[in-house]
């Protein structure tokens, strides 16, 4: 599956593949009730055959001038692989 189907298929352009592996983020500068887990349940709802590797939350604090995409942002992060992509590694 490439990068753009997932994407279709999780309604979000913050998709990458590395290595066989897709991550999906979402940046954030408040919460708003949302949580590592709720992506991770968001991802299986739309792909359940994925595989999840890993979730996290990255927190930065606002430093004033940060532009919208950039490394020093907040996001929230889902990594996960694909049973065919499982096969072929």
């Known amino acids: 599956m490439t990068t753009k189907q997932v994407s279709e298929l999780l309604q979000s352009e913050y998709v990458s593949k590395y290595k066989g592996q897709f991550k999906y983020w979402r940046g954030y500068f408040y919460r708003f009730n949302m949580t590592p887990e709720k992506l991770v349940t968001h991802v299986k709802e739309k792909i359940p055959t994925a595989i999840i590797v890993d979730s996290g939350d990255h927190w930065a ?29």
Not at 64 to 86: E, I, N, Q, R, T
């Open 61 to 89: 604090t606002f430093n004033g001038g940060a532009k919208s995409g950039s490394s020093k942002d907040s996001y929230m992060w889902v990594k996960f692989v694909l049973p065919s992509v499982v096969e072929k590694v």
